[in-house]
């Protein structure tokens, strides 16, 4: 293993895929800098940390699919963004406008779980 490959793999693969499986079975995959927005799938994903999900680079979250999606395209916005100079405009409307109502409720308690 090339030495650049060694150090690779001790920094923190920033460009792994990790899997996120909704609780009707239906799964995701994210890359892992974007799953890191979640402070509870970041300590799951720890290199460090004893859980399973660590090993497996997956982690099952007790949401339905819809939800997880969503809580998914969020990190992805948030991380995105998350280095946006005060100056740029950041288009709020464009991931506002695709939550639908009925699951706003759902989605809120689900992103105060995953703490994104």
Known sequence: M???AQANNHTGKSDDWVKLVSSDGY??????NVAMV???LKTMLS??????????NTC?????AILVE???EYMAFKA???NAGPKEEIPLNEFTERIPPEVAL???LAADYLEV
């Open 106 to 108: 759902e989605l809120l």
């Open 47 to 56: 290199a460090d940390s004893p859980f399973r999900e660590a090993l497996a």
């Open 60 to 64: 099952t979250i007790s949401e339905r």
């Open 2 to 4: 090339s030495t650049q």
């Open 70 to 72: 969503k809580v998914c």
């Open 80 to 82: 995105l963004y998350e």
């Open 27 to 32: 799964s995701f995959l994210v890359k892992r």
């Open 38 to 40: 979640s402070g509870t």
